[in-house]
Each structure stands twice: as C-alpha cells, then as structure tokens.
C-alpha cells in the first residue's frame, strides 16, 4: 500500500512514518505540513492512504478530503484529530473518511485502523474487478473452501441483522451454488437459479429481496448510531450503494419520502468476494 502523511507537526509525521515501517504495512510515499502543498503532492502521487490532520494552515483536512474524494474516490483517509465530536465525525464521514486516530498517537491503535482499511481497500478492488469480468468477458468464480465461504456468509447475515429472516436462508443456498457450480453469472439471472431450488422461483426471489431490504435498514440504524460502527463501515459500501444507504439513513430520520433502494445483485457479488477474500 502507498501512503501519504499530512500533519503539520513534524513529530507526528515522523512517528507516522516509524510504524508504517516497523510494521511493514506499505510505503510512504508522500509528506506534507500545510493544506496547500499537501492537496497538489496528494493529486500527483494518488496514494492508497492519505492520514491527514483535521486542522492545519492553509486548507484544512476535511475540505482536502472533500475535494480529493471527488476526484479520487479510491483514495482512502484516515482522519488524525484531538477533536472529537458528533457533528465533526458525521460531516467528516459524509465527505468521505471512515476512520480516525486520536493524538496523541498510539502504535497499536494506528496498526489496526491502516489494517482495516486495508483490508476495505482489497475487498472493494475484489469486488471492482467482477465487476470488470461482468462487464467485459464471462466470469466464473471459484471457492477453495465451500464450509469457509459458507461460515463466512452466515457470519455476515448475523453482523446485518437477517439470520433468522426468511430470505436468508435462500441468500446462502444461491451464493453456495454460484461458488460451488462455478457458474458463469452473466449468462443467468437470479431468478433463474432460485428455479433450481424451487417450483416458485418468483417467490425465492422477492424472500431474499425482502430480507436483504431489511439489512439495508438495519445498516442504516447503526450508521445514525454511530458513523464508525465497524459494520456500517464495512458493508454499508460493500454490499450496497452508500448512496443510498445514505438516503436510507434520511428516511428513518423522516427528512425524505422514500427510503433507497437495493441491488440484488450487487448484494451476491459483495459476499462472493468476501467469500473470496476470507479464502485467500
């Protein structure tokens, strides 16, 4: 992973720089102590991670990620703060950074916030490159370990709140085929497979889709819980569009008519690839 560091205390760069090496998680690739230069060096040298400082000269921390994101939306941060609080978490996740240290820094900490963002960095990029394979050439998709892949889905549905609904059942049964057949998902539909299981595929389908609607409630509550909820963080994204989970998230609030909407088929890909990702 390449990282870019942007304080303006020297110190905290330099301690910064010391655990990304000692710990071996990447290089860095990058350094700045003001807004201004710090915005133009990450724009040329578009690192995986960017830790930045909320409060600097020049242009503060939360405006670069703004405008970065919107360039850049790959591009990860990691906010460094000694200021904490609801409002600032909640305007800092919706331009865009999910994770946070606090000064003073502690090693432990920085080690295991950069690994969980790393492991969102690999999982998002397994899942763009099915995404790749849909798009331009049929695709099949392997599991070395159907007992694992399975766990690892049922884990999932129990982190979202949807073990014991009706459609999760059939969620599992459909991600097993497709692992285990090895099939080709751009030459069949959903409801297709659900026909291997069922006289009433229609049925199968709507269960599911009703189940993996009542997660993306569910994933929207904790995010107005808590925007750093570590499983808004990883699936919100991952197996929905944010978007509109966001929206979602502004239904339950009662400022819009009408909560978002899901992708089945998004959904299926977002536990392959943790499938794939767990078996690697």
């Known amino acids: 992973m390449k990282f870019f560091i942007l304080d303006d205390d020297s110190n905290i760069i330099h301690i910064l720089k010391m655990i990304i090496a000692d710990k071996e998680l990447g290089i860095v690739v990058g350094e700045a102590m003001d807004g201004d230069s710090g915005i133009k060096k990450i724009r040329s040298l578009t690192p995986d991670i960017v830790l930045i400082d909320l409060l600097m000269p020049g242009i503060d921390g939360l405006t670069i990620v703004k405008q970065i994101k919107q360039e850049y939306p790959d591009i990860e941060f990691i906010m460094i703060s000694q200021v904490y609080s609801k409002d600032m978490v909640e305007k800092a996740y919706r331009y865009g950074v999910e994770y946070f240290v606090n000064k003073p820094i502690n090693a432990i900490e920085v080690e295991i916030i950069i690994k969980k963002v790393m492991e969102r960095i690999e999982i998002n990029r397994a899942i763009l490159k099915i995404w790749e394979k849909f798009d331009n050439k049929p695709m099949k998709v392997i599991g070395k370990s159907e007992k694992l892949c399975e766990q690892s889905i049922n884990d999932i ?93 502004e239904f339950i609030r009662k400022n819009i008519e009408k909560g978002g909407s899901t992708n089945m088929k998004k959904f299926i890909i977002g536990l392959i690839s943790h499938c794939e990702f767990v078996n690697n």
């Open 157 to 249: 549905l129990i982190e979202l709140g949807i073990i014991g609904e009706s459609g999760a059942h059939d969620i599992v049964t459909v991600v097993k085929y497709i692992v285990e057949k090895d099939i080709n998902f751009n030459d069949i539909t959903i409801r297709e497979i659900c026909s291997q299981f069922t006289d009433n595929p229609r049925s199968m389908e709507q269960s599911m889709r009703r189940a993996i609607s009542v997660a993306m409630t569910n994933i929207a509550h904790l995010g107005l819980e808590d925007y750093m909820n570590e499983t808004f963080v990883e699936y919100s994204n991952s197996l929905f569009n944010f978007e509109q989970v966001r929206k979602e998230m």
